[in-house]
């Protein structure tokens, strides 16, 4: 009989791991139904994670962590200042449009940094956090592979995953197009969406497959896990997916242990030959739409109107106009997140989300730093460029207006900060397992 001492219970990690579950698999365009805003399950989830979050700190019994990080008081500042705003814009009048988004929107943003929190006190021990990015690697690696289906089958299979109480937004198209090929969005709402996910998860697969390998597990589920989500990158055929993939590359190169850094190197190389040989086209395809990155209608239609921009920005420069109220139907498209944020949230929002970024960051160096062993190193590094992918990603890219990328993101910074208190990896196994097998558990 199971020692009771031994036993698991569902904890933080079990709740981190549901939310990665419902943000990835459920598809983005389904919306709860029958109630006045625009609000998605994730929402809902993240909200009774914010609750859940307050209430376990009333107590000690729950295992929660306590004190000040550099991520968690980050994560503070960037809560207060969407407070804020969205107290000074919530004062004035604004069109019941805008109203109504910036109220959905402020349930959104309260909701994924009550998630980051979450992920930071409530991931009780090295090992949980192990198994939380495992979980996030497969679960990714199964988007990935509808997209992968979408590309090249046009075989949308997130079509028949209808769930009771949910409806359809309009507007949005699972498959889009680009040159010759079928631009993928997975279970996400666009395709660039799609692909900047893929391109923060890669590293962590990397990881694993360089963990399997060190450790004398088997190796070919991470293999297969790894390319699922890389070649989901390069068919969603998006430049923001393509430079996340190089910057997260370099980040590893530069942060990696000993021999680390030239097997990503190569694996880069044969990974984009490869990619190359198995779809004709692929390669030239990005080459175009790099080298004619200044006459591309889709990047000058949204640069020459950053006067107008500006214009909005000095409206308001301090706090902005309100988080999600500057519509791209109504007033334009940016597609670059720190300028929409200093149209919505001014110079204090942008600051703040930066110093998110930061923060997660420097936790990552800290623990890479003082780290002697070659597993934590690695981890250490992954989440780092992840995090980097993620905030580079936001230059080219609307993030906080798609729901899944930014709850993925903020689950990445969420654990940096775990790590960051939890750095030591498991304890080897003792007494009656083999050396192997020690070995590999630690």
Known sequence: MRDESTRRTADGATVICCYVLVLVLVPARLIISKIPMTLAPITVLAVGIAVLWGCAHLVRTLGMSKGRTAV??????????????????????????????????????????????????AIGSRERLDRVLRFLVVVVAVMAGTGVLQFALGLDV??????????????????????????????????????????????????????????????????????????????????????????????????????????????????????????????????????????????????KDYDQAWRQVALHPWFGRGFGTYLPGKYQLLDNQYLLTLIENGWVGVIAMIAVFLAAVWATVLVRVRAKDLQTRGLAAALMAGVVVGAFGAFTFDLLSFGVATGLVFVVVGACGALARHPRPPEPATGSTTEKTAVAVG
């Not at 814009?89 to 349930?107: F, I, K, Q, V």
């Open 158 to 303: 997130t079509r028949y995953l209808n769930l009771p109480g949910l409806t359809a937004q309009t507007g949005y198209d699972a498959i889009q197009s680009r040159s010759l090929f079928r631009r993928p969005s997975g279970t996400t709402n666009h395709p660039i969406e799609f692909g900047l996910i893929c391109a923060i998860v890669t590293p962590l697969a990397g990881h694993h497959v360089f963990l399997a390998r060190e450790t004398g597990r088997r190796a070919g589920g991470w293999w297969l896990c790894l390319a699922l989500i890389a070649g989901g990158a390069l068919v969603s055929v998006s430049r923001t997916a393509v430079l996340g993939l190089v910057v997260g590359a370099v980040v590893l190169i530069v942060a990696l242990p000993g021999r680390r850094k030239v097997h990503v190197l190569g694996a880069g190389v044969l990974f984009g030959g490869g990619a190359g040989l198995m779809v004709p086209g692929l390669l030239g395809t990005f080459y175009e739409l790099f080298a004619n990155f200044g006459e591309d209608p889709s990047i000058t239609s949204r640069t």
């Open 72 to 121: 968690r008081s980050a994560l503070l500042l960037l809560f207060a200042s969407q407070l804020v705003t969205y107290g000074i814009a919530s004062r004035r009048y604004l069109p019941p449009d805008e109203l109504n988004l910036t109220d959905s929107g402020m349930l959104r943003v309260v909701g994924v940094i009550a998630v980051a929190v979450f992920a930071c006190d």
